[in-house]
């Protein structure tokens, strides 16, 4: 009995059962073609845990993610939609309180 619990502890932790998604890890790129800026995005376990534009962060209230497209925002001020373009590059569409823009990201 005492080796059967430790055992069900550790199948029942949420993090060691989440599967990668290829989309996770640091996406970085440019936005903007008159004047572009830098964003960073970050995705782990199949969810966009953080943005920022410029260095300031944005929050973030819903991701979805299929094997082609991620899309993310906060359904009031922002949304981004990712398309895969290669294994390590995206191209990405805003459309935000200034309107439409597009750029591009690499995963390093």
Do not use: C
Not at 16 to 31: H, N, V
Not at 34 to 47: L, R
Not at 89 to 97: K, L, M
Request: aromatic content about 8%; overall charge neutral.
């Amino acid at each position: 009995m005492a080796t059967i619990l430790p055992a069900i502890l550790v199948s029942a932790h949420p993090s060691l059962g989440a599967e990668a998604s290829p989309w996770d890890g640091a996406w970085t790129g440019m936005l903007g073609k008159a004047h572009p800026w830098p964003v960073s995005i970050t995705i782990s376990n199949g969810k966009v845990v953080s943005f920022s534009e410029g260095g300031a962060p944005f929050e973030i209230r819903y991701t979805k993610i299929t094997p082609s497209t991620v899309s993310f925002g906060d359904q009031n001020h922002y949304s981004i939609k990712l398309t895969r373009t290669g294994d390590a590059t995206a191209s990405a569409s805003v459309h935000g309180r200034h309107g439409y823009e597009t750029g591009s990201l690499t995963k390093g």
